[in-house]
Structure formats: C-alpha cells, structure tokens
C-alpha cells in the first residue's frame, strides 16, 4: 500500500498537504508568530512583509497566524462530521440492505428524505434555526452527511449477502445481528471509508461556506472562512487579506481530495 501511495505524484502531494495541516494544528502556538486575536490598529492592512508574513485584517491581527490556528477549527470540524455521520451511516445501511422488506423500506425513503434536498441547502436550514456557531454547524453537517454513507453500504451489502460464507455462517447456526457484524458489514465497508477520506475536504469546504454567509464560526474566531467573510470589505485595497485564507482552503480540499483518490485507487481493483 505505502509503494502504491508513493508511486502517484498527486496522491504524495495530499498525503504531504494533509501531514502539514495536522502539524499545524497540532503545534500551532509554536509555528505562529503572533497572538490570532491581538487586535493592532495601529498596524491594520499592512501587505505582507518579512514581520506579517500573509500581511494583517481590518483590525491588525496577524493573517499567518489565524491560518495557522484556523487550521485547528477546520480539521476538528471535518474530522467530527465523518466521525459522527460515518457510524450511523454505515449501520443503518448494513441493517437496510441485510434485512431487507419494511425495515429496508423505512430507512431508505428516510435517506431519500434527506438526499431530496441539495445536501448545503439543508444544512444552512438547520444551522439557521440552531444559531450561529461552530458546534451547530458540525452538527448540521452531520446530519446531512450521514445518508450517503447509507446508500453506499446497502449497495455493499446487498452484493454479498448471499455469498458462501454468509451461508456457511448460517448454517452453523449464527444469528441474524452476529452476521451482519461480524461477516456482511467488515467485508462491505470499505467502500464508505474511501468515501469518508473524500469528504474530509468538501466538509472543510461547506463549513467554511456557512461560516461565510454567517451561519457558523463568529468573530474573531480564526476560522477560514469567517476571515473571508470579514475581508470582502477591504478587498481592492487589501487583496491579501481575502487571498490567503481562500488558498488556505483551495490547499486544504485539494489535499485531501488527492489523497482520497489515491486511497481508493489502492483500496478497489476495479480502479487499478
């Protein structure tokens, strides 16, 4: 697998772009020069120079600095939505495709519910009569995201449930829950993982669209897309200060996106 990852230029390039965003979110007061909330007046939109490498805001906090620190928030968020969504997915999709009739009938025109409305749309909605913040965004997305983890995993099951050694399993006398977890959901879920690793980035991306029309992250958090948000304002005279937090996201969805790719390159011979 590592000869795989290391043999595709594009999937080493996400593999190195995600390493660098957890180092630095993991050491992120010892990379950044500057307090991310220290308001400087004085020192409000200056360019980028060998002091503010990415320049300063309106206020005159450090732009590197809150990048460095926003990718904190942006990989929390990414993280706990595919970690909250991923699990009830996956069972209630294991649980659909394996038992079938009125159960399957339940849960699948419950995700078709949700898969109805366009997945940001939805989130917005929810967001919106939760308040503003980080944590009902995460929530919201969750919320959102889970049905297509469903729908990929009952395709899963639904293609091995009568294999050989789903009956052998039977005969022996195992029961319908021990199977299901035991035998049909290992060998189906491998699928929803390659898809996890592709959501990462466009989670990312749709909470920092929330935090940009309002809904999510709240000044003076240094979250990616509330510094977008907050810089529209100045943007002709301060061009810097919009331009480095949308690369920072642009690096970030692509980085993972790539890696993804590469994951599921690896992961399903149908793609070798």
């Known amino acids: 697998m590592a000869r795989r990852i290391f043999s595709s230029p594009l999937t080493v390039f996400g593999f190195l772009v995600v390493l660098l965003l957890l180092i630095f979110a993991a050491f992120a007061p010892l990379i950044a020069p500057h307090d991310p909330l220290e308001v ?49 997915g996956t069972i209630l999709g294991a649980i659909a495709g394996y038992f079938g009739g009125l159960v399957d ?3 699948m025109r419950t995700t078709d519910i949700f898969l109805s409305f366009p997945g940001i749309i939805l989130a917005m909605s929810i967001a919106a009569a939760l308040g503003p913040s980080i944590e009902n965004v995460l929530l919201a997305l969750a919320i959102v995201w889970w049905p297509w983890y469903t729908r990929i995993v009952r395709s899963s099951v639904l ?39 592709l959501d990462l980035g466009f989670v990312i991306l749709a909470a920092a669209g929330l935090s ?10 240094p979250e990616w897309g509330a510094m977008l948000s907050s810089s529209r ?18 690096i970030t969805v692509l980085g993972f996106n790539l890696l993804g790719d590469g994951i599921r390159d690896i992961l399903d011979p149908k793609q070798r």
Do not use: C, M
Not at 45 to 65: A, K, M, N, Y
Not at 161 to 187: C, D, M, Q
């Open 40 to 88: 400087d007046i004085v020192n409000k939109l200056q360019p980028p120079s060998s002091e503010h490498l990415f320049g300063t805001d309106e206020v005159g906090r450090d732009i590197f600095s809150r990048i460095i620190y926003g990718t904190r928030i942006s990989l929390k968020i990414g993280l706990l939505v595919v970690v909250l969504s991923f699990p009830i």
């Open 105 to 107: 009938s339940i849960i």
């Open 159 to 197: 293609s091995i449930k009568n294999s050989e050694f789903i009956e052998s399993a039977r005969a022996i006398g195992a029961s319908p829950f021990r199977i299901l977890f035991k035998e049909v959901l290992p060998n189906s879920i491998a699928p929803a993982s390659i898809q996890a690793s």
């Open 212 to 221: 940009f029309i309002g809904l999510g992250a709240q000044p003076p958090s």
């Open 233 to 250: 304002e100045n943007l002709r005279e301060a061009w810097w200060a919009a331009t480095f937090p949308g690369l920072a996201i642009l």
